[in-house]
């Protein structure tokens, strides 16, 4: 299994809080788990949705070299008048990140289902194909 979760999960919050002045000033809240709803607002939850093998990525004695890893980031916000404008900012932060970090994204929504209107919740999933090499991760696609 490729477990690079926590190393990207890591390089994100990182490059976040070099960029915006909300993520690093405490303001927004961050885990690497997943949350039914957050403490407190605005959060944003990082974790890892898939990691799935591919007999393409095995060698010839069947050992996994690379897999294709899914994440899923929740963004939460609350708020009345605002709320909505302020997940669309956090989400789009994180998907710059991960887009730059080599991610494709494969979903980007906001949650319908949430009953309360006061607290707005953005979706997004990204995939990447990752291989481990010694003590750092690559990330690229295949066709």
């Not at 994180?94 to 730059?100: G, I, K, P, R």
Request: charge should be negative; include cysteine.
């Amino acid at each position: 299994m490729i477990d690079a979760e926590a190393d990207i999960y890591d390089t994100l919050i990182k490059r976040l809080r070099a960029k915006y002045s909300w993520a690093s000033n405490g303001k927004v809240g961050f885990s690497n788990d997943f949350v039914v709803q957050p403490e407190q607002f605005p959060w944003i939850a990082f974790y890892e949705e898939d990691n799935r093998t591919e007999i393409r990525f095995h060698d010839s004695g069947g050992e996994e070299n690379a897999a294709r890893l899914t994440y899923q980031v929740d963004v939460w916000t609350n708020g009345i008048t605002s709320r909505k404008r302020d997940a669309r900012k956090l989400i789009k932060a994180v998907d710059e990140e991960m887009l730059a970090m080599g991610f494709r994204r494969t979903y980007l929504n906001n949650d319908p289902s949430i009953q309360d209107v006061s607290i707005y919740r953005y979706i997004g999933r990204y995939s990447v194909i990752c291989e481990e090499l010694e003590t750092e991760f690559c990330m690229y696609h295949r066709p």
